[in-house]
């Protein structure tokens, strides 16, 4: 058990939340403040006359389409990755490979994860382009498995070393197939672990950037980020629709933070900011 | 094919797939093509040797990107690493309210770098902006965060403090939360001071989360790109623009693929330096 905190220590953590918290409130705030409140150099975090007009506004742009495929390219991302990685981390975590092939393997995983997403772009911009998979929310699913898929299978590496092998056995004796023990007894045992890894996906499939920016050109299919970002452009000082669109960007990925913590204090260091 | 080779195939296939035709491929692409004049693909692009790598070197726009990049990176890891470790230290005793206090800290970390380009990008507002305003409540000049050639880019390392600075504290945390408690307890009977046991206990054995969360930020902030076309495009003039950027627009706008692609070689070998220097920190035997 830790030591108990003094008032001091509890003062100082209480205020560097609050300063952490500052520019989110300011968010919240400016959301829902009229045009002359937020223009008028105001250092007031909180809204005198609340106002709706910036989320009316924002309901009859264009947003509803972006939040569409934002979830659409969340939602892709994160089942493929799944899907794909979690036999293959199950194979890395049981069977015993030639010639050391899994640590080739990881070794490659840490290549990737250093590897600046700019780079890819370049030549998968080509890859996308022969494939017929430019501008279409497919081919930013394909794209975001570069970093999705080696990022899952790492974690699911984890939770599938966990389990105990002798479950396995036991249904292997009764002569069950390796697809049935993988979803009838894997799966369940790890789901918790396998929920983490989802969440941890699609927060970073929900926030990216890059991809979107560089491989979406139709605005129709344009993700939350991207829309955000020409916005941010179009007028120096509209910042209650932009707040009012950062909020509901911001808002699930806020409502998970609690599965961020847990998988950051266990170890998981995978980043998910660009 | 032995059984158990087929089914280390059929397990592996989708992964193998997926990594041959969007990481394998591309990598070996921007290998190739760095050494050529392409303007697309291979079609009609000649192999010139080393040239592409020796006009970046002259070339004052990717000089000054790698520096703008390499500046960034240090400042934006030094910031959080010795940040996160204060607030690591400041949370290592227990009250109630802590889990909450933890987990606001971690918020700005979830969000997506373009919403905070956005909101640093009002706060930096030299008229209207939330800093300004405050400064001038006080009787303060204005700042020029984002105009100043000379401002913008730590303003912008700024911003990432603040979005980055979350995960070196959790992971540092984690690291306080692994020292044996006896440790100390020993060391206090033994009548060393709290400077001391800091410096003799403490740092040594948190020296490897301090290397992990310095490698995730400087890798992370090497790749920099989101957070600066959110809040100065690269401006002003090419003050902010980071090699991420500088490779875009020669490959985007300028369609100079040869160029791009030995500008993003160049990218790779770097980060995979840096990581290799942790990495040999890592697994040196503690002294």
């Known amino acids: ?38 223009a008028a150099a105001s250092a007031s975090l909180w809204p005198r006359h609340p106002t709706l007009m910036h989320y009316e506004a924002v309901a009859g742009a264009r947003v509803g389409r972006a939040v569409v495929n934002s979830l659409i390219v969340t939602a892709g991302t994160t089942l493929l990755a799944l899907l794909a990685a979690y036999p293959a981390a199950y194979a890395l975590a049981r069977l015993r490979f030639p010639r050391r092939l899994d640590l080739v393997f990881l070794v490659f995983v840490l290549l990737v994860k250093l590897t600046p997403p700019i780079v890819l772009a370049v030549p998968l911009y080509q890859v996308l382009r022969v494939l017929g998979l430019l501008d279409t929310l497919p081919g930013l699913v394909l794209a975001q498995q570069i970093y999705a898929l080696p990022f899952a299978i790492w974690m699911l590496l984890g939770f599938i070393r966990d389990v105990p092998v ?104 995978g980043g998910t900011t660009g | 094919m032995r059984a158990s080779t087929r089914l280390l195939v059929v397990l592996l296939a989708p992964s193998l797939v997926l990594f041959a035709l969007l990481t394998l491929y591309p990598l070996l692409r921007v290998l190739l093509l760095a050494f050529t004049d392409s303007d697309y693909g291979f079609e009609g692009a000649d192999f010139v040797g080393l040239a592409n790598f020796a006009e970046l070197a002259e070339g004052r726009g990717f000089r000054r990107a ?59 507002h030299y ?45 540092l945390y984690a690291g306080l939360r692994s020292i044996p408690p006896d440790l100390h307890e020993a060391a206090r009977i033994d009548g060393a001071g709290t400077w001391a046991r800091f410096r003799d206990i403490t740092l040594p054995l948190l020296w490897p989360y301090i290397l992990i969360a310095g490698l995730m930020r400087t890798l ?57 220097i942790y990495a040999r920190q890592l697994m040196r035997p503690p002294a």
């Open chain 1, 1 to 38: 058990m830790d030591r108990p905190a003094g008032p001091w220590r509890i003062a100082g953590g209480i205020v560097a939340a609050a300063i952490f918290a500052l520019p989110l409130l300011w968010m919240l705030g400016t959301s829902f403040k009229p045009p002359g409140e937020y």
């Open chain 1, 166 to 269: 002798a479950l396995e056995e036991a249904a292997r004796m009764d002569g069950a197939r390796l697809p049935r023990i993988l979803w009838e007894i894997l799966v369940p045992v790890t789901a918790a672990g396998l929920a983490a890894t989802a969440v941890l996906v699609a927060i970073a499939a929900w926030n990216e950037f890059l991809f979107a920016f560089l491989f979406l050109q139709s605005p129709s299919n344009f993700t939350l980020p991207t829309f955000i970002a020409t916005r941010i452009n179009e007028d120096e000082t509209l910042w209650g629709q932009l707040s009012a669109i950062g909020v509901l960007a911001s808002l699930p990925v806020l409502a998970l933070i609690g599965v961020v913590h847990r998988a950051l204090s266990r170890g998981f260091a």
């Open chain 2, 66 to 124: 790698a520096w703008n990049t390499v500046a960034f990176a240090v400042m934006a890891t030094v910031g959080e690493v010795v940040l996160g470790l204060a607030l690591a230290l400041l949370l290592d005793r227990a009250f109630r309210g802590r889990r909450l206090v933890t987990l606001v800290l971690l918020a700005p970390y979830v969000l997506s770098t373009i919403v905070v380009g956005a909101i640093w990008r009002a706060w930096f």
């Open chain 2, 127 to 171: 008229d209207v902006g939330f800093l300004n305003t405050a400064l001038r409540g006080v009787g303060l000049p204005g700042v020029p965060w984002l105009f100043d050639p000379v401002l913008a880019l730590p303003s912008i390392a700024l911003a990432d403090l603040w979005q980055a600075t979350p995960f070196c504290f959790l992971i």
């Open chain 2, 220 to 276: 992370d902030s090497f790749k920099l790109f989101d957070k600066v076309y959110a809040m100065t495009g690269g401006g002003p003039g090419n003050a902010t623009e980071t090699l991420s950027m500088f490779v875009q627009r020669l490959a985007f706008r300028f369609f100079d693929i040869g160029m791009a692609s030995a500008a993003a070689l160049v990218m790779v070998v770097v980060a995979g330096g840096l990581a290799a």
